[in-house]
Each structure stands twice: as C-alpha cells, then as structure tokens.
C-alpha cells in the first residue's frame, strides 16, 4: 500500500481497487501481495493476462509496453505458490471477462460462431467456468444437437455439483427427448438444490399430470403459483388446476363450477 500511495495513488483509490480485486479474486486472500498492479497517474490497474484491467470496471486497458513498465509495481519474495496462485485467478478473471462478452455478444445477436468462439475461451481459461458450459449446452440445446448441449450441461455438473441450473437443462434436454424418467429426475434435483425453483415448480408439474400422478401435479402447479403468480405462465397453471378441481383430485374441491373474479 505504502508504494502505490508513492506513486500517486490516493487512500481511497487502493481502497476500491482491494475491494473490488477481492471481489472478483476470491481465492486470492491479500491482493496487495499477489496481484502483479500498476499504478500510472493515480490510476491503479491489475495485469491479466498480460494485459491491463481496470479492476473496478473489469475493462481491458492498453498492453503494457515501454515506459509503461517503469511503474509496474512487482511486489518481491514471492513463493512459486504465490505465484501460481496469482496466474490461476488471473487465468479465472480473463474467463469471466470473456464470458461476459459471450453474453453481451449473445444478447446482441452476433455471428454464432463468434458467440460459441468467446464461450469456449472462457472454458480453456477456467475449465471450471460452469455458466459458460451451462451457455454452450444451451447453444446447442436450441439447435436440437441435444448430444453436444448433453455434454456440456454434465461437464458444468461435474465442477459445480450443486449447480441448479444445469440439473433444471438436463431435464429440459431429456424431457424433449422424451425420456421422461430421467428428466423428473434432474427436475427434482433441481428443486432439491434451489427448492424455489418455480420452473422446476412448473416443469414438474407437467410430468406428473402427464403420467397420471395428480395430486403430485397440484401441488407443483400451486407451489409454482406461490412463487410466479403474476407472469403469463400463471395462467396456463390456473387453468390446470382448473381442470384438476374438475377431475375432483383437489381435497374440499366442489363439483359445481367456480365463479371467478375479473
């Protein structure tokens, strides 16, 4: 702290630059000591990858060249574990900054091949990277290559084993393919690890009503109410309650029709 204050770095900003650096390095328990930082006009900066970043904002900045290096502060007498340690969340924030340009060139409608291009650089940066596995098996689930989007998703569970999301696709992927069990099975998974999943609420709902299971079918249909009671799939699972009072599985359900409010 004492050298990036010499060099013109206010109190305040290194105070921000730490906290955000901890933020987005979570592993790295003292940023100070095991970030390589440049302190250039007041202006701190963290290198990644060999290049600059702005650490609050995560924007890449210029490479470093020339007199840029004459006030790169190279803290000494680091061990060959610190040193790793650093490369490694270096190597985990340059896969975060390239899965969220993935996303914004997603969202943007870009190329596909662009899209997938900076997904799969987020993967060979952070093999760990389980949303960017999660968005390329999406990628290819969207496109019917149901083998490829299979892979990615249980790649993505292999890393991060309670990841909600990637259990709720899987089921996604074997409920089109019509391979029901299974995908009751990643559905409940799902809900198990998040259990106000409302589209696992949804999802579940379905499969039970599907399979003759109905009382199990209402109470997914009126757990998914709960929790999603506005949207315009709201009144898809009315309308299947609706039809279960019918059927008279709903306990203290009257035969006679129901009146609704408008």
């Given amino acids: 702290m004492k050298r990036l204050a010499e060099q013109g770095a206010s109190a305040a900003v290194i105070k921000r630059t730490v906290n955000s650096l901890a933020r987005k390095l979570q592993t ?5 000591r095991e970030c390589r930082l440049i302190c250039e006009g007041g202006r701190i900066a963290v290198e990644v990858g060999g290049r600059r970043m702005d650490p609050a904002t995560g924007q890449l900045l210029l490479d470093f060249q020339g007199g840029d290096f004459q006030k790169m502060l190279v803290f000494p007498e680091h061990s060959a574990e610190d040193v790793l340690k650093a490369a490694e969340a270096a190597r985990r924030m340059e896969s975060a900054l390239w899965f ?4 914004k060139l997603e969202q943007a409608g870009a190329p596909e091949q662009e899209v997938v291009s900076a997904y799969e650089r987020a993967v ?15 990628f290819y689930f969207n496109r019917k290559d149901f083998e490829n989007a299979e892979q990615y ?41 998040d259990p106000d999943y409302a589209d696992a609420h949804y999802n579940l709902a379905l499969l039970y009503q599907a399979s003759g299971q109905l009382l199990r079918a209402v109470r997914h249909w009126k757990a998914y109410l709960r929790l999603d009671p506005s949207s315009s799939w709201a ?3 009315r309308q299947e309650l609706e039809k279960l009072r019918r059927l008279a599985v709903i306990p203290g359900a009257r035969s006679q029709p129901v009146p609704t409010s408008r």
């Fill in 28 to 32: 790295v328990e003292d940023p100070l």
């Fill in 100 to 103: 969220e340009k993935a996303v």
């Fill in 124 to 138: 060979e940066l952070d093999p760990a990277s389980a949303g960017a596995l999660v968005n390329l098996g999406t």
């Fill in 153 to 193: 998703y249980r790649r993505a569970l292999e890393v991060e084993p309670s990841y909600a999301l990637a259990h709720f696709n899987l089921g996604n992927l074997f409920d089109e393919r019509g391979e029901y069990g299974k995908a009751l099975l990643h559905y409940t998974m799902a809900l198990r690890l």
């Fill in 235 to 237: 009144r898809t699972a």
